[in-house]
């Protein structure tokens, strides 16, 4: 059984940083494509960041290139998402997603597999 379980969301002050993690349990974590996706108050969810765990490459949305990385934890099968700089438009619930083979977007409708998410709240 598939499971995704976020963490490390909090409230932080604007400029600030975060680093969100997400276990995986139930599947082969090297087969697979991770994302991180959220969602904003009011809004739909949008793509993040993903990583092929098997090749390591990323791909960034452009709102978040530069300012965040997405990369495999020090613990096992984990995968991290380090925010830098954050600003109140980064508020929303960030999830965490995995699909079999990396889809060539971001969108949240390629990914097969979710946590719960978790809370990420940036104040001006």
């Known amino acids: 059984q598939v499971q995704l379980m976020e963490s490390g969301g909090d409230s932080v002050q604007a400029g600030g940083s975060l680093t969100l993690s997400c276990v995986a349990s139930g599947f082969n974590f090297g087969d697979y494509c991770m994302g991180w996706f959220r969602q904003p108050p009011g809004k739909g969810r949008e793509g993040v960041a993903k990583?092929?765990?098997?090749?390591?490459?990323?791909f960034y949305a452009d709102s978040v290139e530069g300012r965040f990385t997405i990369l495999r934890g020090i613990r096992k099968n984990t995968i991290d998402l380090q925010m830098n700089n954050l600003s109140p438009e980064d508020t929303a619930m960030y999830y965490c997603a995995a699909v079999r083979y990396c889809p060539l977007g971001l969108k949240p409708g390629d990914f097969d597999y979710w946590g719960q998410g978790t809370q990420v709240t940036v104040s001006s």
């Open positions: 990583i092929n765990t098997a090749i390591n490459t990323t």
